[in-house]
């Protein structure tokens, strides 16, 4: 196809040449691999990103259930929540420190401090929270 740009001047257009396709096509090759590598970090990343904040709340749900439970000497003793298909809940205790105080007025009072110990197996890794908890 031909073009008059000014009198007497002639550009004649033509399509793309074999050299100019076989560049675009190996800056393709290299520009697409590194997007979908990409996009693969990002989706695996929030998958490991969504599975700890699951198994967080798993634990902080556990250590208050359990703080709205009866007292117990065992880790045996306390009910534990519902888990979703995938992840396990353990609960470990151990006595921290035992006390005695003088009551005010009538027999000394002996407490105990229990360390409660939730650790949360998910999908990709595991998570431990502890609290203690004061029987009186």
Same mark, same amino acid.
């Given at each position: 196809?031909?073009?008059?740009?000014?009198?007497?001047?002639?550009?004649?257009?033509?399509?793309?040449?074999?050299?100019?396709?076989?560049?675009?096509?190996?800056?393709?090759?290299?520009?697409?691999?590194?997007?979908?590598?990409?996009?693969?970090?990002?989706?695996?990343?929030?998958?490991?990103?969504?599975?700890?904040?699951?198994?967080?709340?798993?634990?902080?749900?556990?250590?208050?259930?359990?703080?709205? #439970?009866?007292?117990?000497?065992? /880790?045996?003793? *306390? @009910?534990?929540?519902?888990?979703? &298909?995938?992840? !396990?809940? #353990?609960?470990?205790?151990?006595? /921290?420190?035992? *006390? @005695?105080?003088?009551?005010?007025? &009538?027999?000394? !009072?002996?407490?105990?401090?229990?360390?409660?110990?939730?650790?949360?197996?998910?999908?990709?890794?595991?998570?431990?929270?502890?609290?203690?908890?004061?029987?009186?």
């Amino acid at each position: 196809m031909r073009q008059r740009n000014r009198p007497g001047t002639v550009i004649s257009q033509r399509g793309m040449t074999l050299l100019e396709i076989v560049v675009a096509l190996a800056l393709m090759g290299l520009v697409i691999p590194l997007v979908l590598g990409g996009l693969s970090a990002i989706t695996t990343n929030t998958d490991h990103v969504y599975d700890r904040s699951v198994m967080l709340e798993l634990a902080q749900t556990q250590l208050e259930y359990i703080e709205s #439970q009866p007292y117990s000497e065992s /880790a045996a003793g *306390y @009910t534990l929540v519902i888990t979703p &298909s995938g992840y !396990t809940i #353990q609960v470990q205790t151990a006595t /921290a420190v035992t *006390y @005695t105080y003088a009551a005010p007025k &009538s027999t000394p !009072t002996q407490e105990t401090v229990q360390l409660i110990m939730v650790t949360v197996s998910g999908v990709y890794s595991s998570l431990a929270v502890s609290r203690y908890r004061v029987r009186g």
